[in-house]
Every structure is written in C-alpha cells, then in structure tokens.
C-alpha cells in the first residue's frame, strides 16, 4: 500500500487548437483496480484516457496543461521515453486492430521491438500472451493464420495478447466491447476479472451494467469535465451530484 | 390520382429511353477500346509471325548478330532483349528505393505544406514529355558520365539507365504514396501503442500493408521503362550490341524505332516482329499488374 494510486492527473486540461476537451481534470487511479470512464459521447473520455499514454501527442494541435504522473513522475516532463512510457501503459482500442499479419505475428510485434528474442522465448511469450486474453485454446492450431480471419470478438482478445506481450503495467481500453456480440463481451469482462490481479485497468465504457458490474471506480465525465469519481458501488447507490444520477438513471445521455 | 399516375408515367418512359440511350452509347464507347486492343493485337501477330518463321523462332531470340542490312544478314534479337531487361532493372534498382522513400516521406513524414509542394515537382516531373527527358540527357548527362568515366562516348547503357530511373519516379512514388496514405490508422496507433518509433511503425507496420500498391507501382514502373523509346534512343547509342553497362547499346524499342523509317520487304517484317516480342512482355506485365491490385484488394 505504499503506493496507492499509480497514476495521478492533476489540473489536466487538453485542447485541440481552440477546442478545450478537458478542463481541470483531477483524478487518481489506483493500482490493481479497474477504473471505469463513463459519460455521454463527445464527453472526452476517450481523450482523457489518450492523455494517460500520450497517444494525444500524435494529433496535430493538440496543447495539455497540467500534469499526468506515473508512478510519481510527470510523463508531460521533458525529458520522458515516450516509447518506453507506451510500452508500460498499453492500449486496446474500440474497434479490433489486428495488424493485417499472422495471429502469432501480432503478438510477436512488441517483444520484437524492444528485446531480442530467441526463438524459443518467443514462442513461450507469445503463449503466454495468448493464454493472458483467454485465445490460446481457440488459436493454437492456427497461429500462420491472417488474424483478420477470427471473429471480432476474438480479434479483441488477440488485440489484448498484444498489448500484454510487452508486459505493460496499465492497460487502457477505449470501449473494447462496443463492436462485440453479448458472448464476446461476456468473455471479455470475465478476462478484465483475471487481468485486474496483475494491471491496472483504465476502461472507457457507455454500457452502465458493464461499469457497474466490472469496475471497482468509476468517473463521470460531462462535457470536458469531472462531474464526480469514487469507488463504483458508492456512485451507482448513492452519486453525489444530480448529473451523475441523472446520467446513471438513464435520464440523459 | 389518375392525372399524377399519368404523369408518372410518362415520366418513367422519358427516364427509361435516357437510360437506354446512355447505355447504348456507354456500350460502344467501351466497344472502340475492345477493338483498338484487338485490331493491334491482330495487326502484331499476323505481320509478326512470318519472319519468325523464316528464321526460326529460337534463332530469332537467341541469335546475338543483328545486320539487317548488307550482303550477310543476321535477325537475332538477344542484345535487344536482354538491353531491354537490363535497362528496366537498372532503372528499378536506382528508381524504386528513391520513388519510396519519397512516396514514404509524402504520405507519413512531410507536413502537409511541404507535402503539397513536393507534390507538384513530382506531377510535372509526370508531365514532361520523353523528349524532353531524352534532350536533357543528352546536353547535361551523357558528357557527365562520358567524363566521370573517361569513356569514347556517354551514350552508354548506363546513361540510359540513369534517365529511365527519373522517369519512373512520377509512377511509382504516386502510386505507392496512395497505398502508403490508405493504411488504416488504426494499425499504425496500435503500433505507437506498443510503444514502436515512428521508423519501426512505418517500416514494420505501414509499408507491410500497403505492399500490394507498392508492388503495383513497380510494376507500372518497369512497364514504362520497358516501353520508352525517345529518350532511351537519344542517350544509349543504339549499337546492336550484347548489353555492357559501359558500352552503347539498343533496347528493343528503339530497335524498331531506328530502321522504321527505311526498312522495306524482308527488313520490316523483322521489325514487325520484334514489336510482337515486345508486345508479349508488355502483356506479362500487365498481368502481374492486375495480379498485384487485384491482392491489393483483397487485403
Ligand atoms: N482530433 C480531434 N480534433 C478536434 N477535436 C476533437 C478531436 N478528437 C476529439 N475531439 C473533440 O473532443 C471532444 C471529446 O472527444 P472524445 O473523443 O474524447 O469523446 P468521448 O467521450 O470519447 O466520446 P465517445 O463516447 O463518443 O467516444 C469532442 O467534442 C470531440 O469533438
Ligand atoms: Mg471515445
């Protein structure tokens, strides 16, 4: 418990050009806990959860004040390893990304960039991973196959293999459920359940069942900003602030 | 009711005859290209075939004497051949890396600005006619090279080699840039994700997924400097020669294009004939074009 919360935003506000996105924000989040972001659409989760592993630095115009810090460190510093801070703090996007290689070379693609391999290791890691996102029973067989011949749901778990091939500490995950059947999802909360004993998971979610059912935090956003966070059984029984109720209850959103 | 169903009619049958109207003229305006296609293929074969047959289709290609003219002819077209691979993958070599990494810098690198500027140099790098690239060549490259190599003459193989490789650049670099810009964003965030460097993403990652529209690009690439003729004709010295990089040399095409304006009888269906040759490696280049969009697709 010496360190609770291993990453810490601090007066963060973001613009894209004029556009402020995100105003003030102060959250912490606690490690080995599932953190869930809700809010309606255009709310600025996705960007909040962007600035975690500054992937916002990729988009054009964008300026942040403030500060993010990982394990105490401002990643907004000078002089930060953004490669290395993205391979701590991985990411698994809304839509399946799969890149357009084997199964087995997806999850090859991380490990491959930062340490050399064996062979042996390789394969040993690459199971590891596969079995990490509950889809090495399912692809082992197959692992020369196009990873753009599984299913969605299982394009997601592979997109998760590949984000635990790198051994991050935080996963981020914008959505990963939203392009997914009922089973798919199921597979996938139920994964978060096991992952959540060794990451950190920051998850975006617009389905309040799922947050509710998977998440030990939960913040609500509105409109660039932090409406109200706190441990998830507290903001679903008894939200401090109207909107949050008003959002949680489905009278807006 | 009755009037506005009338009317509706009426209207219906004006839309149908346009429609039948615009089909009919669609139709024969694809019909020209079919038959332009067909009368030249026609043309080739029939006016091609028989001098090959005289002289026998393997003494023809393999025969490394070419005296059209004279007492003691000889009709083999090897030198022509093989200055023709030569050159094309001369061309490729020096050619293809530059197109890419310019095609590269365009579509990932370059702000948009630069991109923009960079992007009308290579249109009317596109746009200049094949004299003018052959001029070119000759005033400014052939004395270069003929100095820089202490040679009898810069019209040498490798000078044509040198302009051809600008000439495909215009090809290859728009083509490729349109795959390269075509990758999905979405591989090469999952790529940053992983905690990869700008240079491994698009090595690794972008390149691998547009590789059919690359390939495509090559294919266009050797497919114009296989057929160039003028500025090939202006800086390669056109000896009938077996090809050495320092020698002069002619390529198929302006093996043709050299005797064209004098050959009669027996001289012009030899001729004929090597356009036929020239047309069949044209064709299997077309076809691993197709082959390679095709994949493109599907990807
Ligand atoms: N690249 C960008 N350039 C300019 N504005 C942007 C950009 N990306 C997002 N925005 C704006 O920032 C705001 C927050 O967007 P964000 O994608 O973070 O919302 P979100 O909460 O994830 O919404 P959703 O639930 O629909 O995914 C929106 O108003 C959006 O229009
Ligand atoms: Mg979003």
């Known amino acids: 418990m010496i360190e609770m919360n291993i990453i810490c ?69 000078g002089q930060v390893d953004v490669t290395a801070l993205r391979k701590s703090i991985g990411m698994v996007f809304q839509k399946p990304n799969p890149f357009p290689m084997s199964i087995y070379d997806n999850v090859a693609y991380g490990p491959k960039l930062h340490d050399n391999l064996s062979k042996a290791e390789l394969n040993d890691l690459v199971e590891r991973s596969l079995r990490g996102a509950a889809l090495w029973d399912e692809v082992k067989d197959r692992l020369k196959k196009s990873a753009l011949s599984l299913s969605g749901g299982q394009q997601q778990r592979l997109c998760i293999a590949r984000a635990l091939s790198v051994s991050p500490d935080v996963l981020l995950m914008d959505e990963p459920t939203s392009a997914l059947d009922p089973a798919s999802t199921m597979k996938i909360e139920e994964l978060m359940g096991h992952l959540k004993q060794d990451y950190t998971v920051v998850i975006v979610t617009h389905n309040m069942q799922q947050a509710a059912r998977i998440s030990d935090r939960t913040a609500f956003f509105l409109t660039g900003d932090l409406v109200e966070s706190g441990k998830t059984d507290e903001i679903f029984s008894m939200p401090k602030d109207k909107r949050t109720e008003d959002y949680i209850t489905g009278r807006f959103g | 009711m009755r009037p506005y169903n009338a009317f509706l009619g009426v209207h219906m049958k004006t839309k149908n005859i346009v429609e039948k109207t615009m089909q009919a003229v669609f139709f024969a305006l694809g019909m020209v290209t079919i038959i332009a296609v067909a009368t030249i293929s026609a043309f080739l074969i029939i006016n091609g075939i028989p001098a090959i047959r005289e002289i026998g289709l393997w003494a023809f290609l393999s025969g490394q004497e070419w005296r059209s003219t004279g007492a003691n002819p000889a009709f083999g077209i090897l030198p022509f051949i093989l200055t023709s691979i030569y050159s094309t993958i001369g061309a490729i070599l020096i050619g293809v890396p530059i197109g890419l990494m310019t095609a590269i810098f365009l579509a990932k690198v370059a702000n948009p600005r630069l991109a923009a500027v960079v992007n009308t140099a290579v249109e009317l790098l596109a746009g200049i006619p094949s004299v003018v690239y052959g001029f070119v060549g000759m005033i400014v490259l052939v004395p270069l090279v003929q100095r820089t190599f202490a040679l009898a003459s810069g019209a040498i193989l490798l000078s044509a080699i040198l302009v051809l490789s600008v000439m495909i650049l215009p090809g290859i670099i728009s083509v490729s840039r349109t795959a390269l810009a075509a990758v999905p964003r979405e591989y090469e965030e999952a790529s940053f994700a992983l905690g990869a460097t700008k240079t491994e993403t698009i090595f690794k990652v972008s390149v691998p997924a547009a590789k059919s529209g690359i ?43 050299m005797e064209l304006s004098y050959a009669t009888g027996f001289q012009r269906q030899t001729l004929l004939s090597i356009g036929l040759v020239l047309f069949c490696f044209i064709m299997m280049i077309n076809l691993i074009l197709n082959f390679a969009l095709k994949r493109g697709y599907k990807a």
């Open chain 1, 9 to 77: 935003a601090k007066k963060l506000c973001l613009y894209y050009r004029d556009f402020q996105a995100l105003k003030d924000i102060d959250l912490d989040v606690p490690a080995r806990e599932i953190t869930a972001l809700i809010g309606p659409s255009g709310c600025g989760k996705s960007t909040f959860l962007r600035t975690l592993n500054r992937m916002n630095d990729l988009i054009q115009g964008v300026k942040i004040t403030g500060e993010v810090t990982y394990h105490g460190e401002n990643i907004y510093a």
């Open chain 2, 215 to 257: 390939a495509a690009g090559v294919v266009l690439g050797i497919g114009r400097a296989i057929g160039e003729v003028m500025a090939v004709l202006m800086v390669m010295g056109n000896v009938p020669n077996m090809p050495n990089l320092f020698e002069p040399a002619r390529s198929l095409t302006t093996a043709i294009a």
